[in-house]
């Protein structure tokens, strides 16, 4: 299969990966080098993706492949790689066994595409998007992790299921590191031209934003087995369409702090403007006293994390 320039690469053709290769081909936004392990399974999910093209009329083209030098050239490799959380199973529990597979991967991403822009999936987000900034060496502004698009994505649907509104017309502030502590951000958060916090009492606001920070889990306890992935490839597929098309879109993005809200030398979720150099600019937004609190406590927690990884020397 002939794959044109700019293309997007996806490691792990998984549910994530090919969920998402699927809505890059049908939305338009470019063609797709999809890469596992497993022989035969991108190339068979890549086929079945093609054989869909004249139904769903895109002219978009997808290759699966075992072969990292299939992602020579990549504009940008999105990493899904790795084990899914399983019933019971918290992020930090992925920790090593997704460091390695984070490992292989970026070492052949920089071999590769060395230029490319970086989208980390895999669990536990934070971490594993600080480890493929170290072991790629690229600059910051190429590598980033995707939490804060979902995070923000699940909220708005709360909200706008409980005061029967369309979603698109509810906006949601969702920072911090993408874990149990990740700081729902109700004063910041509008459904149509209202502060949410002026439309929900406050006991229902909290539940909705407990419900947000347990989206995950919540989803694979429904599953029983894999962990959700509509929602994440749409919000990986929101945050390449920003990069592709040079928007400028300000989205929640898992980025390197230097200073910002106070914190430095770590990744965490922070609204960032997304364009065709990757992170262009970080945003600070005033936060109530609560917030900046809980915050800090998120960022505790996703720096544990770092110095775990580390310890272990992973
Ligand atoms: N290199 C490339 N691919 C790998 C490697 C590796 N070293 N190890 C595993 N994979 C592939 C698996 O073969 C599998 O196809 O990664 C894919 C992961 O897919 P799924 O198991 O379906 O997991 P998915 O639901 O897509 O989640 C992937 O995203 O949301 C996060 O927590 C989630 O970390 C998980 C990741």
């Given amino acids: 299969m002939n794959i044109r320039k700019p293309f997007t690469a996806i490691i792990g053709a998984g549910q994530v990966g090919a969920t998402t290769a699927q809505r890059i081909l049908e939305k338009g936004l470019s063609d797709v080098v999809l890469f596992d392990v497993v ?21 978009r083209h997808i290759a699966g492949t075992n072969d990292y030098k299939d992602i020579a050239g990549a504009e940008i490799v999105v990493i899904t790689a790795g084990l899914p959380r399983k019933p019971g199973m918290t992020r930090e529990d992925l920790l090593r066994v997704n460091a390695k597979i984070i490992r292989e991967v970026c070492d052949n991403v920089k071999l590769r595409a060395p230029e490319s822009k970086l989208i980390v999936v895999t669990n536990p987000l934070d971490i594993m998007t600080h480890l493929a900034f170290k072991v790629t060496g690229f600059p910051e502004r190429r590598v980033f992790g995707m939490a804060g698009v979902l995070d923000t994505a699940r909220m708005r649907f709360f909200i706008a299921d409980k005061l029967d509104m369309v979603s698109r017309d509810v906006d949601a502030v969702v920072l911090g590191g993408h874990g149990d502590l990740m700081v729902p951000v109700s004063s910041r958060s509008r459904a149509g031209e209202k502060i949410v916090r002026e439309l929900i009492p406050e006991v229902e606001l909290s ?28 919000s990986v597929c929101e945050m390449v369409k920003a990069i592709l098309k040079n928007e400028k879109k300000i989205l929640p993005v898992c980025a390197r702090l230097n200073g910002e809200f106070g914190l430095r030398d770590i990744y965490f979720g922070v609204p960032a403007q997304l364009g065709k150099n990757g992170i262009e600019k970080i945003f600070e937004i005033p936060l109530a006293d609560d917030e900046k609190k809980a915050l800090l406590l998120s960022a505790d927690k996703v720096r544990q994390g770092i110095q775990e990884v580390d310890r272990l020397g992973l």
Avoid at 215 to 226: F, P, R
């Fill in 39 to 59: 022989p035969g399974m991108p190339q068979g999910k890549a086929l079945d993706l093609m054989e869909a093209a004249p139904i769903e009329g895109h002219d």
């Fill in 207 to 234: 539940g909705i934003e407990q419900r947000t920070r347990d989206g995950g889990a919540e989803i694979v306890a429904l599953l029983k087995t894999g962990s959700a992935f509509y929602a994440p490839a749409s």
